[in-house]
Structure formats: structure tokens, C-alpha cells
């Protein structure tokens, strides 16, 4: 519901001040998604080609996607997977792949499912530091579902548990 896909059948939501199901597209320009395991890179194409597809969907200018592609590059370590076509990905490339491309377009919020399955420790720790330095730096809010607690632990900085406040 607060990506837009689905409708509430009551109440009321608003996420960065517009009604997902109503306003699904000028919502999409300000969220960033990444859903597990589920790519929304494209297949057969190298990381490059879908990063430059997200490009042309989000009308990122090049000099901003040149900033935004080099620091997820050098924080996800994705230099030597950029010519390597999607499904010839691990898991855990792919994740780091879409997180970058969730990111591209300078989202206000990034929704995260999952985001360290697949990876191995240290990856996972960078992608949490990376996390950490997106909310610190830009402000972006991340949402995130997980199974594993170290990454609420190390990302998170505050947390809302079922009940009240934590």
C-alpha cells in the first residue's frame, strides 16, 4: 500500500505528502523499491543497460546518474559487474544491483525487503554502512523488512515496534 501497487480498503495513507493509490506515478518518482528477491533489473541485459533503461524511465539527468552510479559503484563494489548480464548474477550481486538502480534516481524514500539475503558478511556490512550513510547524508527514509536483526541493529536508527515506540 505504500508503494502505490496496492489499494487500502480503509483509512487513509500519505507517504512523502501524496496518496500512493491515487498519485501511483508522481509517487514512483520519489521512492526507490528493492523487493527481495524479486529483480526489477532487466534479465538479459548487463547492469549498465538497466541502470541507463532507469535513467531514461526517471528522466535522471546524465550528470546526476554519473554522481549517483559512481558512489554505488564504489560503496556496492558493482565496477566489474557492470558488463555482466543480470542473470549471470549471484543473489547477492544482484540485490547490490538493485539497490543501486532503487537509488539512481535520488529517492526521497527507499523501501528495502530483505536487503543483505544472499550476501556474504562483509558485503552485508557494506551495504548496511552504505544504508547507514544514505539516511545520514541525503535524508532519504528507508523502510526496511528483514529476518535479520543485524540489520536493524546496524542500520536503523530508530525503530517503531508493534504497540507503541522503541
Not at 538497466?50 to 524511465?57: E, F, G, P, Q, T
Amino acid at each position: 500500500m505504500l508503494t502505490g501497487i496496492l489499494t487500502p480498503s480503509g483509512g487513509r495513507i500519505r507517504v512523502a505528502g501524496i496518496d500512493p493509490s491515487r498519485e501511483r506515478t508522481k509517487l514512483a518518482r520519489r521512492i526507490g523499491v528493492v523487493f527481495g528477491q524479486r529483480t526489477t533489473l532487466w534479465w538479459d541485459l548487463p547492469l549498465r543497460d538497466s541502470y541507463a533503461l532507469v535513467r531514461r524511465m526517471y528522466r535522471v539527468p546524465e550528470a546526476r546518474l554519473r554522481l549517483n552510479l559512481e558512489r554505488c559503484v564504489e560503496l556496492l563494489e558493482l565496477g566489474e559487474l557492470l558488463d555482466v548480464p543480470v542473470r549471470q548474477l549471484s543473489l547477492g550481486q544482484r540485490m547490490r544491483g538493485d539497490i543501486a538502480a532503487a537509488l539512481l534516481h535520488d529517492p526521497d524514500v527507499l523501501y528495502l525487503d530483505e536487503p543483505t539475503i544472499g550476501l556474504d558478511v562483509v558485503s552485508k556490512g557494506k551495504v548496511r554502512q552504505f544504508l547507514r550513510e544514505l539516511n545520514a547524508e541525503r535524508g532519504t527514509t528507508v523502510l526496511l523488512t528483514t529476518h535479520d536483526l543485524t540489520d536493524i541493529e546496524e542500520v536503523i536508527a530508530r525503530m517503531y515496534a508493534e504497540g507503541g515506540r522503541s
